[in-house]
């Protein structure tokens, strides 16, 4: 009996030590204890049990438990705890109801280890039962279990049960207390969450490192002034300034717009890991600092700590924000040699990056290629990548795809699909989407509902957008918007106005973009009363005083030629933007006030405002107006190079035109000519042409309708203009030949000048 005793205290210390340091060579000791037969000892077995949990996993354990002749509740628990830990929920949930059918009562460890199972199922219901029954057996006081209680609640943004919970402990501990404050945290009462705080320390209770983590999460929607005064509580309670805590500081003040006390805290102490440096790239990104995100990027390369998949996707995010291709591609050499390009967070990354930065769509599609598992977000990005490159039938087709594979659409998904049905003009496509949404229930989202609307003006079914306005349960200021400047847009200004009576019907009242919308639709209309009518609601609705409202009162005053009160409008303008300067020239140039336009011009490059394409198309046509060839000319050269402007063919139009009418129709063709694009376009020829025929000249009219014949041979307008031509040279037989072949011929008219 003694050596029996002796054995089974050699075996307990081996097994305990070997559970202490993890070392798998303890189950060795399982045979010796068979072969001895004291494999009914209850201690040895449960040590037994736990060693192969920690070394050889669940299924290992649960085998053991299987085979044991006697258990209680530390054998139940040991195996529940197993499951947990391996992250099997269901079967911890389904064993721990077998421990219960088996009449053994469950202890505050296993009460523990099944909530938090609850609650990573987020299964309420079981987990008020779990509450129900440790209530039964007197725990409903005990610190540990009533943490895991409200963790549970959290999840489900029941704050006020959470409360309860807490108020039953008789004595909460640090634990509580902070899990009490991560539920208000997580349910978005910031301001609660920090009294709770307050009341801690009135009661006594130390707060710990994760306490202040999540105040400090608190005051980064508070306010700056209570993050501050959290971070001087750190050194009122001594609290050692670990990782976690810079962390969560850096991330408050990057939240808060304080980057420098940010990059002071990275830097306060020596710690550093990737989790620090990925909160202080983000900050960047998030405040508009893109090239200290990438200068931080490369900071931490240099101090040798591996970017993760999250660190990456944040860089990204900061390349795709400053359009610089090369950079991002630097990155993505990166991500590869690393191994990450077929995750899903940095692949989405990339896919926004090549969407914003890339001319060419197959970055895009490669990208989404290499990604392991696509989820809705990279769907979703590649649908919103086809259509900025234009290929807006590939959206629809990925779109089917992306339903076939089994992902379910988001908002964010059909606003990029409807996106596309905009862009393009597709009805069709527009009215399946419709019906997609109406059959998911997705047109409850307003911002669907505004995308529908944005969509249906896009494809030119003007009444059917204002029919679904009117069916929409959820309008909001921002759907009239999107109504009123998608019709502006199309060209149905006068609709555009009717807006007005909707708005009031609805009692939804206008904002600075609806009435600068509205102003534009009064200016393309010429409708003088309805645009004065608009700027007086502006100004007693106090909107007057928004730049967009300005701007369009500059383009409405502009366009009905009362330039003083354009004028007037331009000086209420602090900081004058491009749209404000254009506005202005524009209104000049609309008015023959050529002068005024080109000095605005001038006044424009002096406040330090770059001219852009549209200043370079008023420009040249204020100096068309008044035959200002010379001038023009100077304005296409020093403008383009001056300012990178890439020509357009309405400024070329315009030149041609210029140049035409004055004669220098040899000096307008050499411009034709050396611009690649516009070579290849037949109605830039047509222009041509009509100034050939204004000078009566005959040779060249002939060989400008052949290169424009030769790039459109059906556009009758070609032979018409050049049948006048020989007329007006006394060659009436050529001139009539031309006609034969336009009756004879079956061609087309084309887009007149």
């Known amino acids: 009996m003694l050596r029996i005793n002796l054995l089974e205290e050699t075996c307990s210390k081996i097994i305990y030590f070997c559970n202490k340091q993890f070392l798998k060579d303890g189950v060795c000791i399982h045979s010796p204890l068979l072969k001895l037969g004291i494999q009914d000892n209850l201690l040895l077995t449960n040590n037994l049990l736990s060693l192969y949990a920690k070394c050889y996993g669940v299924q290992h354990a649960r085998h053991v438990f299987d085979e044991m002749p006697e258990r209680d509740v530390v054998s139940w628990t040991g195996v529940l705890s197993a499951y947990v830990k391996d992250g099997n929920h269901d079967e911890a949930l389904r064993f721990f109801d077998s421990m219960k059918a088996s009449g053994e009562s469950p202890n505050e460890y296993t009460f523990s280890n099944v909530l938090r199972s609850c609650s990573a199922l987020r299964n309420l219901a079981y987990g008020t039962k779990v509450q129900a029954c440790l209530i039964k057996l007197g725990f409903e006081s005990n610190p540990i279990l009533c943490s895991s209680l409200i963790e549970l609640y959290s999840k489900w943004d029941f704050s006020e049960e959470a409360v309860s919970v807490f108020n039953a402990m008789e004595n909460g501990d640090t634990v509580s207390w902070t899990a009490m404050i991560s539920s208000f945290v997580q349910a978005g009462k910031w301001a609660r969450a920090l009294r709770f705080f307050t009341r801690m320390i009135e009661e006594r209770v130390s707060p710990n490192e994760y306490t202040f983590v999540k105040v400090l999460g608190a005051c980064s929607f508070l306010g700056i002034n209570y993050g501050k005064l959290i971070h001087a509580q750190l050194s009122v309670w001594g609290v050692r300034l670990n990782l976690v805590l810079k962390t969560a500081l850096v991330d408050m ?247 007005v009576n909707c708005m009031r019907d609805d009692d939804v009242k206008m904002d600075g973009f609806v009435i600068s919308g509205l102003l534009s639709a009064s200016a393309n209309l010429g409708d003088v009363r309805t645009g004065k009518q608009l700027h007086c609601h502006s100004v007693t609705s106090g909107f007057v005083g928004w730049k967009s409202v300005l701007n369009g009162l500059i383009d409405f005053y502009g366009k009905c030629g009362c330039v003083l009160d354009a004028q007037n409008a331009f000086d209420e303008i602090p900081e004058p933007d491009i749209f404000s300067w254009n506005g202005l020239i524009y209104g000049f140039a609309h008015n023959r006030l050529t002068t005024s336009a080109l000095s605005a011009l001038e006044d424009m490059r002096l406040a330090g405002e770059r001219p852009n394409a549209f200043t370079l198309s008023t420009v040249l046509f204020a100096c068309s107006q008044d035959g200002l060839a010379d001038l023009g000319v100077e304005y296409f050269h020093s403008l383009r190079e001056l300012y990178d402007i890439k020509p357009q063919l309405s400024h070329c139009n315009l030149l041609v035109d210029l140049l035409g009418r004055a004669g220098r129709l040899e000096e307008a063709v050499s411009l034709v000519e050396s611009i690649p694009f516009i070579r290849n376009n037949a109605s830039i020829y047509k222009r041509l042409l009509c100034a050939c025929k204004l000078h009566g000249k005959l040779l060249l009219g002939e060989e400008i309708a052949r290169r424009g014949l030769e790039l459109d041979p059906y556009d009758f307008e070609f032979y018409v203009v050049l049948a006048n031509i020989y007329d007006e040279a006394g060659r009436s037989d050529l001139g009539e030949n031309m006609r034969r072949l336009v009756r004879e011929g079956g061609l087309r008219k084309s887009s007149v000048l």
């Not at 409850?444 to 509902?449: A, E, M, R």
């Open 253 to 499: 003040y990057a939240k808060r717009q304080k980057m420098e006390d940010a990059l002071k805290i990275v830097n306060q102490t020596s710690e550093q890991d990737v989790q620090l440096w990925t909160t202080l790239i983000t900050g960047f990104t998030q405040n508009s600092n893109f090239k200290e995100a990438i200068s931080a990027f490369r900071q931490m390369v240099r101090n040798n700590i591996v970017p993760n998949n999250y660190c990456y996707a944040g860089i990204l995010n900061a390349c795709s924000s400053t359009r610089v291709l090369q950079s991002g591609k630097q990155v993505h050499t990166q991500v590869i040699m690393a191994g990450l390009a077929n995750d899903v967070s940095v692949g989405n990354a990339l896919l926004d990056f090549y969407t914003k930065t890339s001319n060419t769509v197959g970055d895009v599609i490669h990208v989404f290629k290499g990604i392991a598992s696509p989820n809705v977000v990279s769907w979703t990005t590649l649908i919103a990548g086809l259509s900025a490159h234009g290929f807006q039938e590939d959206c629809f087709l990925a779109f089917l795809e992306m339903r076939f594979v089994g992902h379910r659409p988001n908002s964010f998904t059909l606003y990029s699909i409807l996106e596309a049905c905009g862009t393009k003009g597709a009805p069709k496509e527009t009215m399946k989407i419709h019906g997609f949404v109406i059959k998911t229930n997705a047109d409850s989202d307003i911002n669907v509902g505004n995308a529908l609307v944005d969509a249906y003006v896009g494809a030119h079914m003007a009444d059917c957008a204002l029919s679904l306005v009117k069916r929409m349960k959820n309008r909001n200021v921002i759907t009239y918007t999107v109504l009123a400047s998608k019709l502006n847009q199309r060209g149905y200004h006068r609709l555009a106005l009717e807006i």
